[in-house]
């Protein structure tokens, strides 16, 4: 059984920082290019990062670009996403997902498994 679990979310400032990790495990998580994704309420889901297998290639919607960063260890079948000057508009719940697709990385659509999603809010 397939669970990806994310766990870094919470209550911050404007301006201030978070890492959120998702741990995946029931799946040979190095072919699987990891994604992270947010939703707010009443908005659809948006792309926020992903990484390919290798951690060699990064990839950012234009949103966060300059302030988010995605990594993976995948000795520890682990993403990150570290995340700094944080804005109000950044609230959302946040998921990681994996996909066997390399390429449309930013397609949610082609991820295979979500986890169940992680709080974030950023106050003003």
């Known amino acids: 059984q397939v669970q990806l679990v994310e766990t870094g979310g919470g209550l911050v400032q404007s301006g201030g920082f978070l890492r959120l990790s998702c741990a995946g495990s029931?799946?040979?998580?190095?072919?699987?290019?990891m994604g992270w994704f947010r939703q707010a309420p009443g908005k659809e889901r948006e792309f926020v990062a992903a990484?390919?297998?290798?951690?060699?290639?990064?990839y950012y919607g234009d949103s966060v670009k300059g302030r988010f960063s995605i990594s993976r260890d995948n000795t520890k079948s682990t993403v990150y996403l570290q995340m700094s000057s944080l804005k109000p508009e950044d609230t959302a719940i946040y998921y990681c997902?994996?996909?066997?697709?390399?390429?449309?990385?930013?397609?949610?659509?082609?991820?295979?498994?979500w986890g169940q999603g992680t709080q974030v809010t950023v106050s003003s």
């Open positions: 997902a994996a996909s066997l697709y390399t390429n449309n990385y930013a397609i949610g659509k082609l991820y295979d498994y």
């Open positions: 029931g799946l040979t998580f190095s072919v699987y290019t």
């Open positions: 990484v390919s297998l290798n951690g060699g290639n990064t």
